[in-house]
């Protein structure tokens, strides 16, 4: 029998969280309901919260509950679910961002209980709950990126010929993209902050340039042609990079972050939320490779350094400071907490 449930409900754009008693959701048809054992805060989620950020969050209607991301274990499951049952551990994403608020209600993550579909659930085996969201979201956000959008093949497909351009590898999605790439096969060539240069090397980068260097783009150049180009910073200067990079013949990147940049016309920016793509049927295949083949691998064979993390104590009592430091960029790595505390 579930306790009683708690949410942190954002009561209206930019406010304080809310800890509030909430009823418990009843798994319904396809639908599993997790025990929140931990949580990662990701930039989205503390610029949603500190900055008003409607975007990729796509909240419609307040209150609503942040967060799509979790860790924790089966308590029930609905009709028609095979595969899982209580007691399960599982790292899930959910479609609080899908637009609809009575699903964000009870897919969102920020709470102590938590519905997910069971097509985006993954059995975790031994590995820790903070292992399992520490990779979920991000890692995911680059592999859709890569693989899904660019055509980069699987893990063991790709040829060391082909040079992979990942700029901002700093970040949790650009790790994990450094990584992803190098497992295909590809040679990395990465830009980072120079403090960061031993830590790309292990993660497989053969180059790692800064990207606050004047000329980083005429220092690129010589390590090309490259075959895939993504940007794990998103920002303005890194796009125009990129685009540079792509001439004269023209050509794709993927770029974590939107916004209005100018680019010239032979060359396409592929920007979407990526996090979510396992909640859009239309990608379905990825979907069912990355929960039913690719993660519970990642995670059961230990196939990523995860990022480092800082564990805070007081569950969703934390969220609201512990997001701002994230918005604020104090946080080298991820922030976790457990809800249940
Ligand atoms: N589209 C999507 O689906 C999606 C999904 C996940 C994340 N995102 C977005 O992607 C961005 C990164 O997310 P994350 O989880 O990787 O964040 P993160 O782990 O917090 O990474 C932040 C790190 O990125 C590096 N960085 C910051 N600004 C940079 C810049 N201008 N140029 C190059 N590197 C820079 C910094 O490392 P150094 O100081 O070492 O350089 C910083 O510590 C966020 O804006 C997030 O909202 C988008």
């Not at 919260?49 to 975007?55: D, F, S």
Request: hydrophobic share 40%; with cysteine.
């Amino acid at each position: 029998m579930a306790e009683q449930n708690i949410a942190a409900l954002l009561p209206a754009p930019s406010t304080p969280l809310s800890l509030t008693a909430v009823p418990t959701p009843a798994p319904e048809k396809g639908e599993v309901l997790i025990k929140n054992y931990c949580i990662a805060i990701q930039p989205l989620d503390a610029k949603i919260l500190h900055a008003g950020y409607t975007g990729a969050g796509n909240l419609q209607s307040f209150p609503a509950v942040l967060g799509t991301s979790l860790a924790g274990v089966v308590e029930a499951v609905g009709e028609g679910v095979e595969g899982f049952k209580a007691g399960d551990r599982v790292v899930a994403d959910t479609g609080a961002y899908s637009g609809v608020p009575e699903k964000n209600l009870r897919q969102g993550c920020w709470q102590k209980y938590v519905i997910a579909g069971a097509k985006s659930v993954a059995k975790i085996g031994d590995a820790s709950f903070e292992q399992a969201v520490l990779v979920d979201f991000p890692l995911q956000t680059a592999v859709a990126a890569l693989h899904n959008f660019l055509g980069m093949g699987k893990p063991g497909t790709g040829s060391a010929d082909e040079k992979v351009l990942i700029w901002g590898a700093g970040g949790a999605v650009g790790s994990y993209a450094v990584q992803y790439a190098k497992s295909v096969g590809h040679t990395v060539i990465v830009t980072a902050s120079a403090r960061d240069t031993d830590r790309q090397k292990s993660l497989g980068a053969s180059a790692v340039l800064d990207y606050k260097s004047p000329d980083i783009v005429e220092q690129l150049r010589p390590h090309g042609p490259f075959r895939y180009l993504f940007t794990g910073s998103g920002d303005p200067a890194s796009q125009k990079a990129l685009a540079a990079l792509l001439q004269p013949a023209g050509g794709s990147f993927a770029s974590v972050l939107g916004g209005d940049v100018e680019l010239p016309e032979n060359v396409t920016r592929v920007y979407l939320p990526f996090s979510q793509v396992s909640q859009k049927e239309e990608h379905a295949v990825f979907r069912d490779w990355w929960y039913g083949d690719y993660l519970p691998k990642v995670l059961t064979e230990g196939l990523v350094q995860p990022v480092k993390f800082e564990k805070r104590e007081g569950g969703l009592g934390a969220l609201w400071g512990a997001t701002k430091e994230v918005f604020e960029g104090k946080i080298r790595g991820k922030v976790v907490l457990n809800p249940q505390d």
